[in-house]
């Protein structure tokens, strides 16, 4: 399968927060139709150094993607490049004393030629449109959802739940666990093979969803305006209102030649 894309459009903004715990590979601003991989993540709240986390982890996929001259990422491919993060963890820990704990949420998107690879750990969202409709969307690592699934409380009770922003897996460390060697969650990873030309993925952290629901990313997405005019949309909806830092990216496939039965499947 061969993929063009037209030049992915990224942004990232600070919200009501005082800092922005955001970070994007690549870089708001370096990107081209000639990215293949595309990564967000969200330090988390209440943690030391959320800013200097997400960085670490969103650098050291790319780095480990760079040094293994692309690999396409499976379950060995992204634990080996999620132990370097984690390495950059404890070093920058070592190095700061009075850092008790850092940690991030992890989504990535990885174009190649056997189709789309999709993995997050945490609540930062990845999305594929069609025809302005969501066709598949990665379920959030919440405490809540896991509630949800047991039976304990329900779809709506959730949604206002006091834990409902509390995650359930996300790349950390911490003074007591400063390798993460005793809690490393296993990220949701997929292979999507139905792909089409129109399509859109959407990366976004939490703080995109804060105002916005599916409804009304698939209205500004089934729109005929330009990529960019799209996300100058979104940025629009939740300026003013979101508290959160807001950041994401918008893929658009441009085209596909397909050569490989469609499918969807879990990566082992």
Known sequence: MHIDTSTPVAFSQIGQRVINQDALYPAV???SGQSSLFIVCDGIGGTDKGEVASQLLCMSIA???????????DTVHLQAALDQAYAAYSQYMNQHPLVGRMGSTLALVQLHQHGVTVAHIGDSRIYQFRNGKIIFQSRDHKQVNDMVEAGIITATQALTHPWRNRLSRAV?????NPTGALDRP??????LTDIQAGDY???CTDGVLEHLDNDTLETVLATNMPDQAKIHSLVALCDGRTKDNYSGYLIGIRNVLQTEPKQVSTIS
Do not use: E, K, Q, R
């Not at 780095?63 to 990422?73: D, E, I, L, Q, T």
């Open 201 to 203: 993925f959407f990366i």
């Open 29 to 31: 601003g370096h990107t």
């Open 63 to 73: 780095n480990y993607a760079v040094s293994m001259h692309n690999p396409v990422f």
């Open 172 to 176: 950390t460390v911490s003074s007591d």
């Open 186 to 191: 296993m990220a949701d990873i997929s292979l």
